[in-house]
């Protein structure tokens, strides 16, 4: 049984930081690419971030790149997403996915095969 498991959403004001966890288990999948997705109300969800299997190597939204930061520890199974000065348009449930191969990853949502059940992120102006 396949289980990612987000937490750290919340409510915060802008400018604010947060720091998202997504904690995976049930296949060795300590080494797999990971990700972060979002949905905003009334929006298609869309790619955040995501990160290779040993994390040398990150892809980042425009929207989001220089203040976000995707990282991941494959000793405990987990990535990260540290969001920095966060803004209104940030406000989303927030998702952690799992590749469905080892090697393929990138910013396709149908690259990834698991999915945690998300969290939500609110960013008051």
């Known amino acids: 049984q396949v289980q990612l498991v987000e937490s750290g959403g919340g409510l915060v004001q802008a400018g604010d930081s947060l720091r998202l966890s997504c904690a995976a288990s049930g296949r060795t999948f300590s080494t797999w690419p990971k990700g972060w997705f979002r949905r905003a109300p009334g929006k298609e969800r869309e790619f955040v971030a995501a990160?290779?299997?040993?994390?040398?190597?990150?892809i980042y939204a425009d929207s989001v790149k220089g203040r976000f930061t995707i990282s991941r520890e494959n000793a405990k199974n987990s990535v990260y997403l540290q969001m920095n000065s966060l803004k209104p348009e940030d406000t989303a449930v927030y998702y952690c996915?799992?590749?469905?191969?080892?090697?393929?990853?990138?910013?396709?949502?149908?690259?990834?095969?698991?999915w945690g059940q998300g969290t939500q992120v609110t960013v008051s102006s």
């Open positions: 996915a799992a590749t469905r191969t080892s090697t393929d990853w990138g910013t396709e949502e149908y690259k990834y095969g698991y």
């Open positions: 990160i290779n299997w040993n994390g040398g190597s990150t």
